[in-house]
């Protein structure tokens, strides 16, 4: 029987472009998936068919042999058509993916587990970065076979239930599934003669010393990916990456509200009225900075010094300090104290003995 015109099959014209070539197929995959048509052996020779001609015309190279020689000049280029639906499956994974939800072949990229690992960091260290020491608990490649989790002078085989794909595919209903190879646990490949020390694994487990740059200005909860320095994969498998979370501690005067820092500071009835120089703390260790507080200064007064918060993690810069001002009330005054307080308030008209006068007026009426 004479093959079928592959344009024909799809019902597509020969500049067809890809996009359209795809469509075409994918309209023929649902018209005659075998699925569909349980039993139908003549709709399952037009889905070979459909799958055999899109594998074809969606290859450039393949296309062009086509298009000069037809069938004939496909021959010994080392495509045969489909043999199996496992087979069309992976072929195909690229429409099967899209059209039945991921189900398609297609191998996925296997790694090893990823890790977490939380530290406690100061505040100073989140404010301006650090370099740490941690150690992680984790399974690193085994020495005695290199990874490869097989005696030495023997090698690994390539499984011979997904054929090293790692991933097996089942029919269920209409849809195709796609797990793990439940013989080599998505390796591809599987041991024949396990290595003493790892037991086939390919992987010891041990502590690992790393060092880690904090940058400047990560807030509590902030996560550093480093890559590759999670668990390695069985067999030989790259190593997924290693998490690690930050909790900052509390600071004993500085709290922080973005990249700004917030801190309290008192200052007597005087230093508020008249103004006056006072030393503040910054946030860099044993440093300080004189600042001068102006005339008038209210409760709850605030005074901010530019670029002296946290460094800007994104767009560079630091946010501010910002210093929040408490009035102090003396409870001891010396007989002089009082003294000059009376004075004060009758300058302001405001004496004791009038306030208590008015007081009890008041309870008279």
């Known amino acids: 029987m004479s093959q079928r015109d592959y344009y024909e099959v799809l019902e597509v014209s020969k500049g067809v472009n890809e996009a359209e070539l795809k469509k075409a197929y994918r309209q023929k995959a649902l018209k005659y998936h075998p699925d569909k048509n349980p039993g139908d052996h003549a709709a399952e020779d037009k889905f070979k068919e459909a799958s055999e001609a899109y594998e074809v015309l969606k290859d450039p190279e393949k296309r062009q042999i086509y298009d000069q020689y037809g069938h004939d000049g496909l021959k010994g280029q080392g495509f045969n058509g489909p043999s199996g639906f496992e087979d069309i499956f992976s072929q195909f994974g690229d429409v099967f993916g899209d059209f039945f939800g991921g189900g398609g072949g297609g191998q996925r990229q296997r790694t090893g587990s990823d890790l977490r690992l939380d530290i406690r960091i100061t505040f100073h260290e989140a404010a301006f970065g650090a370099e740490k020491e941690v150690e992680v608990n984790k399974h690193n490649s085994c020495g005695t076979c290199r990874g490869s989790g097989s005696k030495l002078g023997h090698s690994p085989q390539t499984c011979r239930t997904c054929r ?10 209409f849809f195709s599934v796609q797990s793990p190879c439940p013989d080599c646990r998505g390796a591809g490949q599987t041991i024949t003669h396990p290595c003493n020390e790892c037991r086939g694994e390919g992987r010891v487990q041990e502590n690992k010393k790393l060092s ?79 600042i001068s507080i102006p005339a008038g200064t209210q409760n709850n007064g605030s005074y901010r010094i530019r670029s002296a918060g946290i460094t800007r993690l994104r767009g560079g810069g630091r946010g501010d300090q910002i210093i929040h001002f408490d009035i102090a009330t003396p409870k001891k005054l010396s007989k002089r104290q009082k003294e000059l307080y009376s004075e004060l308030a009758e300058i302001d008209g405001h004496s004791l003995k009038d306030t208590l006068k008015g007081f009890f007026q008041k309870l008279k009426m």
């Open 164 to 173: 090293g794909s790692g991933q097996v595919i089942r029919a269920q209903g």
């Open 212 to 290: 880690i740059n904090i940058p400047a200005g990560v807030d509590d909860g902030a996560r550093l990916r480093l890559r590759n320095e999670g668990e390695p994969g069985p067999q030989g498998l790259p190593p997924g990456d290693l998490y690690v979370i930050m909790h900052v501690e509390q600071h004993d005067f500085f709290h922080r509200e973005e990249d700004d820092i917030h801190c309290k500071m008192t200052l007597t009835f005087a230093q508020a009225a008249l103004g006056a120089d006072i030393e503040v703390s910054l946030l860099e260790k044993n440093k300080t900075k004189v």
